[in-house]
Nanobody, 117 residues
Framework: QVQLVESGGDLVQPGGSLRLTCVTT????????MGWAHQAPGQERELVAG???????DYAASVKGRFAISRDLAKNMLYLDMNRLTPDDTGIYSC???????????WGQGTHVTVAR
């Protein structure tokens, strides 16, 4: 059974940093593409960072150069390092997993990030 559980969300000042963690169960990173999505208040959910089964990464323009996605295959954990945060980064961050053939998608419940003074 696949489970994705996020943690690490917090209130942080503009310019600050956070690390989000997704603990996965039932996932083999070698056969899944993983990602982090951001849902700002009143907005649609948007994928902002992805890491393919090969280990290659992709980023939305809004976070490129500030966020970094990584994974630990031994611990089955996915990370999102967020730097130079702005109020626009506020929202719910959710962990996403999809099989490499696109056949199955899974989402975590999300963790809240608030960027404010």
């Amino acid at each position: 059974q696949v489970q994705l559980v996020e943690s690490g969300g917090d209130l942080v000042q503009p310019g600050g940093s956070l690390r989000l963690t997704c603990v996965t169960t039932g996932i083999d990173f070698r056969t899944y593409n993983m990602g982090w999505a951001h849902q700002a208040p009143g907005q649609e959910r948007e994928l902002v960072a992805g890491i393919h089964s090969s280990g290659s990464t992709d980023y939305a323009a809004s976070v490129k150069g500030r966020f970094a996605i990584s994974r630990d295959l031994a611990k089955n954990m996915l990370y999102l390092d967020m730097n130079r945060l702005t109020p626009d980064d506020t929202g719910i961050y959710s962990c996403h997993a999809v099989t490499v053939d696109g056949g199955a998608h899974y989402w975590g419940q999300g963790t809240h990030v608030t960027v404010a003074r």
